[in-house]
């Protein structure tokens, strides 16, 4: 099976979220003055970037984006389903020429692939971006949730556009000018 140019644009993404996430946890873990990294207790405060507003924080998170549905039970489950995730949306990539879906499933499949790497790893995934002095955004995140994030906000972005782009359907009153 040939693979489509525009799919390799995705998997490039998903590339780049996996490198840029994995570089910034391994920053964050080689930060600590321990040789062994489950040592560094979950809430040490590393940094204070912008005071009150801004810091990096270590929390091992045993849920899913932002800590949602945590619990250490759930770490297989969850690798396992992103992995399910991010195979269904390599196949989806194959499927699509849409330039803003294509980049909603890179970076899907990269926040995906970028956690599970820590699930499997660890057995929690590593989140240090902390806005939660702000008192409006309690939670610790990674780049993986962020990439997660922004790419189903396209997803939606992206249904959104093509749903408008749609021609009319067949035997719909025509639209007057």
């Known amino acids: 099976m040939k693979i489509p140019r525009i799919a390799w644009a995705a998997y490039g993404f998903a590339l780049l979220i996996i490198l840029l996430d994995q570089a910034t946890k391994a920053w964050v873990l080689g930060s600590a003055d321990v040789s062994d990294v489950s040592m560094i207790p979950s809430g040490h405060r590393f940094a204070e970037i912008i005071p009150g507003i801004f810091q990096i924080t270590m929390v091992r998170n ?4 932002f800590g949602l549905f945590g619990g250490g039970e759930a770490r297989w489950a969850l690798t396992v389903f ?16 849409r330039r803003i ?11 995906a ?13 590593v989140d240090f971006l902390d806005f939660s002095g ?4 309690p939670w610790v995140f990674n780049v993986a949730d962020a990439a997660i994030t922004v790419g189903v906000i396209l997803l939606f972005v992206d249904g959104f556009l093509s749903d408008r ?7 719909a009153a025509p639209e007057k000018s």
């Open 101 to 111: 879906l294509i980049t909603a499933i890179g970076l899907v499949i990269g926040g």
């Open 113 to 125: 692939i970028g956690n599970a790497i820590d699930r499997f790893q660890y057995g929690y995934v």
């Open 165 to 171: 782009r749609r021609p009319a359907q067949v035997g």
């Open 62 to 65: 045993t849920g899913v984006s």
């Open 134 to 137: 702000t008192g409006v955004f």
């Open 82 to 97: 992103s992995v399910l995730v991010s195979g269904f949306l390599v196949w989806w990539a194959t499927r699509t020429d």
